[in-house]
């Protein structure tokens, strides 16, 4: 069974930085693929990154692109998302997620479909 282990989350004001990390351990395949999702109070969860597989290919959504860049380092099995120039609207839980196999074929990169295991979420908060 895969396991998931997150960092980073915090408070900072608005225009600030964070970086999130993920480490995930317990799956030996490497036909994998990583994201990362966001819910935010009285919200449902949606999808901020994700790779194609193993960083071949990425997306965002579109209120994040330009500020938050999604990276892999595979030696050390762990994703990270670099957030900058965060505003109060980005306050949320955080959720890393690993797909398996067949599900890294879904097309919609942010969808949550794609992902199996999903770790226990880090609070971000961005005050004004």
């Known amino acids: 069974q895969v396991q998931l282990v997150e960092s980073g989350g915090g408070s900072v004001q608005g225009g600030g930085s964070l970086k999130l990390s993920c480490a995930a351990s317990g799956y030996t395949d490497n036909n994998y693929c990583m994201g990362w999702f966001r819910q935010a109070p009285g919200k449902e969860r949606e999808g901020v990154a994700g790779f194609y597989f193993r960083g071949t290919r990425t997306d965002y959504a579109d209120s994040v692109k330009g500020r938050f860049t999604i990276s892999q380092d595979n030696a050390k099995n762990t994703v990270y998302l670099q957030m900058n120039s965060l505003k109060p609207e980005d306050t949320g839980i955080y959720y890393c997620?690993?797909?398996?196999?067949?599900?890294?074929?879904?097309?919609?990169?942010?969808?949550?479909?794609?992902?199996?295991?999903w770790g226990q979420g880090t609070q971000v908060t961005v005050s004004s």
């Open positions: 997620a690993v797909g398996t196999f067949y599900r890294c074929y879904y097309p919609d990169l942010l969808g949550a479909m794609r992902y199996n295991y």
